[in-house]
């Protein structure tokens, strides 16, 4: 079986980023029939429709980067009860102009950390709204909010609490027999 091709996002644009260090356990963790690759959207202008006649390069690649992907897996932070607005303008670049949205019929996740005790509850509920209507298949359940603590995962991406691993390993499993099916219900369109 050829594997899936996941398109990840990591919400945040720190390089220091806990999202970024949970991004690469999970891309350790992820089972053999997931490959991951990180899209990243930091250099992209703030979103305006003045664009959509003459689409900057930048833009046009981070759109065919998500159109290409079998998946995508949002890793994100939680920031004022919300997305981060870099996450967000990212995917209004990869939905528009209205009939190129990117992330139509592509089977998602969305999973989070923060230092918070709730995790990051509140910023993934206003992002599945977001997919809800940009017409993208969700994972509903495993639902993933991780409790952040100091030395949880390491740089490398090495979670050093053995029962969150266990969660995170299988959270990617669940991912991936997710895509599996929203492809097989869906076929990816070329």
Not at 67 to 74: F, H, Q, Y
């Amino acid at each position: 079986m050829t594997p899936f091709n996941i398109g990840y996002l990591v919400g945040s644009l720190s390089s220091n980023s806990i999202n970024r260090k949970l991004a690469k356990a999970l891309t350790r963790l992820a089972p053999d029939g997931l490959v991951l690759q990180e899209i990243g959207f930091s250099d992209l202008k703030l979103y305006s429709s003045d664009y959509d006649a003459d689409y900057p390069a930048e833009a046009l690649t981070f759109k065919a980067a998500i159109k290409a992907s079998d998946g995508i897996l949002i890793v994100t932070p939680e920031y004022n009860r919300s997305i981060p607005g870099g996450l967000k303008n990212a995917i209004d670049w990869a939905s528009r102009p209205w009939g190129t949205n990117s992330f139509a019929r592509k089977p998602t996740a969305v999973i989070g950390t923060s230092p918070g005790a709730i995790g990051t509850a509140v910023a993934q509920q206003s992002l599945r709204s977001i997919l809800g209507f940009l017409n993208a298949p969700q994972m509903n359940a495993v639902e993933a909010y991780i409790h952040f603590t100091p030395g949880l995962i390491t740089d490398d991406g090495e979670v050093t609490v053995e029962s969150t691993e266990a969660f995170l390993r299988n959270y990617m499993v669940e991912f991936h027999a997710h895509v599996t099916r929203v492809l097989t219900v869906l076929p990816r369109e070329d």
